[in-house]
């Protein structure tokens, strides 16, 4: 066996041949056409995210350069996870139009096993930190289940895509392998792309004994040993894979796909909050004391290769100052100011402010003035900034909930269980048949949502069947349908008996 792999991988696959193949990185791969740029941005952003800076450095009393570790708020994760917060929780409700039978019991039962609102939850962060998301549903033969593969804005490159949307990408996996006393680091690429109108999904493994290479392509078997090299799903209306970015243009590259991250535009202003307030928490370490010391009253003692003599200090502390006096006379005197509580909190609240005009949040969003706490209905009848972004991003997160819901009955249908039979046979819904209802309570008052759509309404400036659907949060049909059950019943009539006779009535035409 392992000598037919070795002769499989001397032809040509996709275009170019496998033959010695080694990767450097990711964009050496023929296929993959990035700007290095772009993922040096995404990388940036994750250790941003994480809190990984690099250590200050400064010099001691002894005129050593040392190195300290770097203090900032990490508002890169502070404000992915504030709009998390706000845009998604748990109660979101999700739900396929009634009309077709099956589809909202099968998703029901998909998002549960897979934990879904809490996994997307918990992505949401990290997306919104870096700039992008993608799921994929896949169908696994052990649970013969429907599961979903998620991946970070540093796992998925686009391959093709218009204004709309990303028709074509690959995401990246990586993982490591011990052998004796060896670490191997394994890539692998999986491409979704359409042939012929039909969707093609093509693995590829690399291997390398550095992290920081690509490597040598090499068998799937290695690490995936049911891993097909390529898989062909026919008769698809979308991409199995479902890609989320923020809301907004992608101004630094104009022409790119990807999405940015929260702060991508707000760099200088990170910079500057951080920078006070890692400042502000030396001078607290520190006090900031600067003792003058004359030569006259200073311990010298040599060096270690014992030449010279100089004042030794203590080499983590920079605040004694030598001062060379001519003047045969002990000189000490602190030259200590306070510490400039005041001054800092002033600055790092100056430079909040201009974060939050940036990422167009309401001011106070990340300072508090002491005096008072807007309540949800004040933040709505303000027309809150942060409430207008806040649906922005809403109305993102909704395509890709409505785009992941397509796709997972898309390929639940053309998959077959271990009994023979599909696992999926009903109807594949339209976006306009799946509603995503985000628990606005936090923002809108039910009780003034109903009062305003109540005198809208009267006024014949919306109609019925639209308030219902936006007060309920329901698709079209179910408030047409609610719309009809409530005409009946104002006339009189049993709704009850009114679905019965229609439903006798649909019996009779098919007979």
């Known amino acids: 066996m392992g000598i037919f792999r070795a002769i499989k991988n001397l032809f040509t696959k996709g275009g170019y041949a496998l033959t010695g193949q080694t990767l450097n990185s990711i964009t050496d791969h023929p296929k993959i056409n990035i700007s290095s740029l772009e993922l040096q941005r995404i990388e940036s952003n994750f250790r941003q995210y994480e809190g990984n800076y690099p250590d200050i450095e400064y010099i001691n009393s002894n005129n050593q350069i040392k190195k300290r570790k770097y203090m900032t708020m990490n508002l890169r994760k502070l404000t992915a996870e504030m709009m998390t917060s706000l845009v998604f929780n748990e109660q979101t409700e999700i739900n396929v139009d009634e009309s077709l039978q099956g589809a909202n019991e099968f998703i029901q039962h998909v998002?549960?096993?897979?934990?879904?609102?809490?996994?997307?939850?918990?992505?949401?962060?990290?997306?919104?930190?870096t700039g992008g998301l993608v799921a994929r549903p896949y169908f696994d033969g052990g649970t013969q289940e429907i599961e979903f593969s998620w991946g970070l804005a540093n796992s998925f490159i686009p391959l093709r895509s218009n204004s709309n949307s990303i028709s074509e990408g690959v995401m990246i996996f990586k993982t490591q392998k011990v052998m004796g006393?060896?670490?191997?680091?394994?890539?692998?690429?999986?491409?979704?792309?359409?042939?012929?109108?039909?969707?093609?999904?093509?693995?590829?493994?690399?291997?390398?004994?550095?992290?920081?290479?690509?490597?040598?392509?090499?068998?799937?078997?290695?690490?995936?040993?049911?891993?097909?090299?390529?898989?062909?799903?026919?008769?698809?209306?979308?991409?199995?894979?479902?890609?989320?970015?923020?809301?907004?243009?992608?101004?630094?590259?104009?022409?790119?796909?990807?999405?940015?991250?929260l702060c991508d535009n707000c760099e200088n202003t990170l910079k500057q909050i951080n920078d006070a307030f890692d400042q502000f928490n030396w001078e607290i370490r520190m006090g900031q004391r600067t003792v003058l010391v004359s030569d006259h009253v200073l311990n010298y003692s040599p060096d270690e290769q014992g030449k010279g003599s100089s004042p030794r200090f203590d080499p983590d502390i920079n605040v004694f100052k030598r001062l060379r006096t001519d003047i045969d006379q002990d000189f000490i005197k602190d030259m200590t100011s306070d510490i400039r509580v005041e001054q800092y909190t002033s600055a790092i609240n100056q430079f909040l402010k201009t974060l939050e005009m940036q990422l167009q949040l309401s001011v106070g969003t990340f300072s508090f003035d002491g005096k008072s706490v807007k309540t949800a209905t004040e933040v709505v009848s303000e027309n809150s900034l942060t409430y207008r972004t806040r649906n922005m991003q809403c109305r993102e997160v909704e395509k890709f909930v409505k785009s992941v819901v397509v796709s997972t009955l898309e390929l639940a249908k053309r998959t077959y269980g271990a009994d023979g039979k599909q696992i999926y046979t009903g109807g594949?819904?339209?976006?306009?048949?799946?509603?995503?209802?985000?628990?606005?309570?936090?923002?809108?008052?039910?009780?003034?949502?109903?009062?305003?759509?109540?005198?809208?309404?009267?006024?014949?400036?919306?109609?019925?069947?639209?308030?219902?659907?936006?007060?309920?949060?329901?698709?079209?049909?179910?408030?047409?349908?609610?719309f009809n059950k409530i005409q009946a019943e104002t006339l009189g009539l049993d709704p009850l008996e009114q679905e019965q006779a229609s439903a006798d009535e649909e019996l009779g035409d098919e007979e």
């Open 111 to 129: 998002f549960e096993h897979n934990d879904f609102k809490k996994n997307l939850a918990r992505y949401l962060e990290p997306m919104f930190a």
């Open 181 to 261: 006393d060896k670490v191997y680091y394994y890539t692998l690429f999986e491409f979704h792309e359409w042939q012929d109108g039909q969707y093609a999904i093509t693995n590829e493994l690399y291997v390398s004994g550095d992290a920081k290479i690509i490597g040598k392509r090499t068998a799937l078997s290695e690490i995936y040993e049911d891993l097909a090299e390529t898989a062909i799903i026919t008769g698809l209306i979308q991409p199995i894979f479902s890609y989320l970015k923020p809301a907004g243009f992608n101004n630094i590259s104009p022409y790119s796909p990807l999405g940015l991250g």
């Open 428 to 482: 594949i819904p339209s976006f306009e048949q799946i509603s995503v209802d985000f628990d606005d309570g936090i923002f809108e008052s039910q009780d003034a949502k109903l009062e305003f759509y109540q005198k809208a309404a009267v006024a014949q400036l919306v109609p019925k069947v639209e308030a219902i659907k936006s007060i309920f949060k329901l698709t079209d049909e179910e408030a047409a349908d609610w």
